[in-house]
């Protein structure tokens, strides 16, 4: 029997001589059916009544909720329209703590109570509200605290969806999901609270400069980075199937070194997976745009235009279900993972933040008219305050077993918060920071200063790729957010840490303002301070460096690469008193959901270790052993006619080589077995974390280091795993 591996390149050879997924979509212009599964703006207008549809929109734009009434007419529209278009059942969507998405699906048809007369119902009730069998999803201890059940309550601020999924089309409607008593066991709720405290928090600033202002909300385009590989060679590779991620291989000796497959041409499978993508994406009103090829083979990036945070969440994590769904129609699989291959470029999921308000106005951008740069200043440096006050706290955001393989494991971006913000940017706070005493002139001058700003978004000179948290023309880059991840909980904490940056800020103002000091003035004195105190988080030079890292020690900057460490900060003093002062996170919601981050964390890793495990004793020893064998037997052969040892030296030296590889491997699987059980003892998740970081996961890479020697070792027909060039470049 041909090993497994060889089948499925073999399986592959013949696909792609013979059939490939053509993809319809469902016009030619996407304006055409862009949308078309959203019980949007356009869907409600054709649905509801005027009154209802302002009774709706009302309630979007306050947070208010909509009388019962009302929601009953809304069900009933959207039972409606969802039926018009194929729907039978519908569901409501939420977003657990594992970081993917739930549903539980229910049909819209039921027979009258105590007749045989069937009926399609979907009551305001039913739309709601829910109960979804939710002991499965992980809740840190709050439900056992409270109440054992889960109930996933309407988020009206994103819309009702369509899902396809084959000929089944399914009603989605995105909710939050909550205790009996409300607290959070989702990435919506904090999201949704921090969303209005930042609104709240910076109404009033915006109102210093421009007195219309009744709205603001935080705006996210993710750009979104993922690998392609073909399901057959997927299949064949145990860890992928239950990692997404080679836990061994040895590198391929061509990898991205000649870059030659950044934005190189894409190949027609992928475009074809692409295309069709888009398509869906488009269908439910995602607007995606940029496709291009990243910088490791088979790796590919997706963007959007950028949205309201919440949506734009929502529209994320659709997108990684679509991703999946999409590919094995292409007999394709996505990989989400950080790192899946070692030695090869990482995924990342770059969130671009920034703040827009009611009357059009992107708070991050410098614009056109000098006389609002200083609205733009004020937004700028205390973006910067905030990421400098809390930077650990926003290390922690982005902490997952998964992305420690990016940050701070020598790869971008490092696991040291640093700001970006260009030469431009940096001489206009350097002259600001000293310019002497702020009065009326310094006021006149920073302003001519900054009438130089705008032509800053062409100025693509001083992009750099290395920093954590970088300016970008009109928004900040937040590049350190793992490709797997929610964008909840860093959009979360910026949200939150810029708010309570801005009440600070707000009250300094007036504080000076009352002594005397124009407001003009006073502002600038105010953003001089926090110019001076942020230097430090800083950072113009490369990222990945060496002295880097020993000149943010000196600054006395956090740099925690470990998940376990990092997520210490959801916790600390400082974060406990901001998310309470926000009211972002009760207190025993921010315990809950720093519990299950580090479960989170301790399933990764004890899965990975287990598969691992069953890898090098199930597939590795056995091809090494047999190889071993037929080596031995080739020096008895020779020995037999009589050759001397001249004549298998090499042999003997393969079989012992091959001896030692096997005896690690033989001893430090023994070793992490016993690792792992003591670190199982651990009753608290944070210790058990650690234990799992410090004492399970070096032996794994010394594992690996093994295993990875011996297929170097072993012969390339007997070995049974996949390699990294068929991975890689075989399509
Ligand atoms: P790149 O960073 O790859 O050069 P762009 O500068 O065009 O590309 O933008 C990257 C991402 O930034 C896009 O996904 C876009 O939606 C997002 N973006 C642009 N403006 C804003 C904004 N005001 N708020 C949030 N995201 C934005
Ligand atoms: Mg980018």
Not at 619 to 639: D, F, M, R, S
Not at 717 to 723: D, F, G, R, T, Y
């Amino acid at each position: 029997m041909s090993l497994s591996r060889f089948s499925a390149v073999e399986t592959i050879q013949n696909r792609m001589n013979g059939e490939m997924e053509d993809v319809k979509a469902p016009a030619k212009k996407i304006s055409d059916f862009f949308g078309a599964n959203v019980f949007g703006d356009a869907a409600m207008k054709e649905y509801l009544s005027k009154d209802a549809y302002k009774a709706v929109k009302k309630s979007i734009g306050s947070g208010d909720k909509l009388s019962r009434e009302d929601a009953d007419v809304v069900a009933a529209a959207m039972k409606k329209w969802a039926m018009d278009r194929g729907a039978t059942h519908y569901t409501h969507w939420f977003q657990p703590l594992t970081g993917r998405t739930a549903e539980k699906h229910d049909s819209f048809f039921t027979l009258k109570p105590g007749t045989n007369e069937v009926v399609e119902e979907f009551s305001g009730d039913a739309l709601a509200q829910q109960e979804p069998d939710g002991s499965s999803f992980p809740g840190g201890g709050l439900r056992s605290t409270f109440e054992a059940r889960g109930y996933t309550a309407w988020d009206p601020s994103s819309p009702a969806f369509i899902l396809e999924v084959g000929e089944g089309k399914t009603l989605c409607v995105p909710t939050i999901f909550v205790t009996y008593s409300g607290e959070s066991l989702d990435y919506k709720l904090p999201l949704l609270k921090s969303q209005s405290f930042l609104e709240q928090a910076t109404i009033p600033v915006c109102q210093l400069f421009e007195k219309k202002v009744k709205r603001v909300s935080a705006t996210l385009g993710w750009e979104q980075e993922y690998f392609l590989v073909d399901e057959a060679l997927h299949n064949a590779r145990p860890d992928l199937l239950m990692t997404g991620r080679t836990l061994l291989g040895k590198h391929s000796p061509k990898g991205q070194q000649l870059d030659d497959h950044y934005f190189g041409s894409i190949p027609e499978r992928v475009y074809a997976f692409m295309r069709d993508l888009e398509t869906e994406c488009h269908k439910l009103g995602i607007p995606v745009r940029t496709r291009h090829n990243e910088v490791g083979p088979g790796q590919y990036e997706l963007a959007p235009m950028f949205e309201e945070v919440n949506v734009a969440v929502d529209h994320n994590q659709l997108l990684m279900d679509l991703m999946d769904r999409v590919a094995r129609r292409h007999k394709l699989r996505v990989l989400l993972h950080e790192k899946p291959f070692a030695g090869v470029n990482g995924s990342g999921k770059h969130n671009n933040w920034s703040m827009s308000t009611d009357t059009g106005t992107n708070l991050l951008s410098p614009g056109k008219d000098p006389g609002k740069n200083l609205r733009f200043l004020t937004f700028f440096v205390n973006t910067i305050q905030a990421v400098y006050k809390h930077a650990d706290l926003l290390r922690a955001s982005v902490a997952s077993a998964s992305n420690d393989h990016r940050l701070g494991a020598n790869e971008a971006p490092p696991a040291i918060i640093s700001v970006f913000i260009g030469d431009t940017l940096t001489k206009v706070l350097d002259a600001i920071e000293n310019g002497g005493e702020v009065d009326a002139l310094a006021v006149e001058e920073t302003l001519d200063l900054l009438s130089k700003i705008p032509n800053l978004e062409k100025d693509n000179t001083d992009r750099n790729r290395t920093s954590p948290f970088a300016f970008t023309g009109n928004k900040f880059e937040i590049r350190m957010v793992g490709s797997t991840m929610n964008c909840a909980a860093p959009m979360t904490v910026m949200n939150t840490i810029v708010g309570a940056q801005l009440k600070e800020f707000y009250a300094s103002v007036d504080k000076l303002k009352n002594e005397g000091r124009s407001e003009d003035e006073a502002v600038l004195s105010v953003l001089k301070d926090y110019i001076v105190e942020s230097k430090p988080v800083r950072f113009e030079g490369d990222g990945y460096s060496e002295e880097w890292e020993k000149e943010a020690e000196r600054r006395g900057l956090g740099n925690t690469p470990k998940t376990p460490d990092a997520l210490g900060a959801y916790v600390s003093d400082s974060s406990r008193k901001l998310f309470a002062n926000s009211g972002v996170f009760k207190e025993q919601e921010l315990e809950a959901h720093y519990e299950v981050m580090c479960e989170n964390y301790i399933l990764k890793l004890q899965i990975e270790s287990r598969t691992m495990g069953e890898m090098v004793i199930n597939h590795v020893l056995p091809a090494a052993i047999g190889y071993q064998t037929e080596v031995a037997g080739n020096v008895a052969n020779l020995k037999e006619i009589g050759l001397d040892e001249s004549h298998y030296s090499a042999q003997i030296d393969l079989i012992k080589r091959i001896s030692e590889q096997m005896n690690i491997i033989n001893v430090k699987v023994q070793e992490m077995t016993e690792a792992r059980r003591k670190a199982n003892e651990n009753d608290h998740a944070p210790d058990m974390a650690k234990a799992y970081c410090y004492d399970v996961k070096p032996l794994m890479e010394e594992i690996r280091v093994a295993a990875d020697r011996l297929e170097y070792l072993v012969d390339d027909q007997v070995w049974p795993l996949v390699k990294y060039r068929e991975l890689m470049f075989v399509r």
